[in-house]
C-alpha cells in the first residue's frame, strides 16, 4: 500500500505504542508511508516526532479544510510545515454541499430511478 491514512487516535492506545505500529508497518514493507488524520494540532507535532525518532517520515496530515473551515490556519498549518510534512485538505468544497440532496444543488439532474432504461441498441452502440 502506498500511503496508508491513520484517520483517528485512538484514546485508550498510548501515542507511542501506535506510531511504533505503523513504523513496524513501513519496515515490513507493507506500507510505503504514513498519512495521519483527525489527531488533535499537540498530538500531530508528537505523533510527527515519534515517528522521525523511529526513522519513518510522517508523509501527509490530511485536515478538514475548506474555505468555510480555516481552523487548520491557527497553528497546523505552521506545525506541518515546522515537521516538514505534507497536506491534503478533506472536504474542500465544505460540507454544506452535502447537506443538500443532488437535485437541489443542479436542478437539471434527478434520480437514477426516475430516468428510464437505455434501449438495447443504444448500448450496443456505445
Known sequence: MDIFYHHRPDPKTPLEKTMAAL???????????VALSNYPVGLVAQAITILQDL?????????????????????????????????????PAGRWCADRPLSQRHPGRFPCRQRQPLPQQRLADA
Do not use: N, W
Open 55 to 91: 526513522g519513518t517520515q510522517c508523509l501527509i496530515y490530511q485536515p478538514k479544510y475548506s474555505m468555510f473551515e480555516r481552523t487548520p490556519e491557527g497553528g497546523l498549518l505552521g506545525v506541518l510545515a515546522q515537521e516538514v510534512a505534507g497536506s491534503i485538505a478533506f472536504s
Open 23 to 33: 513504523d513496524y508497518l513501513v519496515h515490513q514493507g507493507k506500507i510505503l508511508y
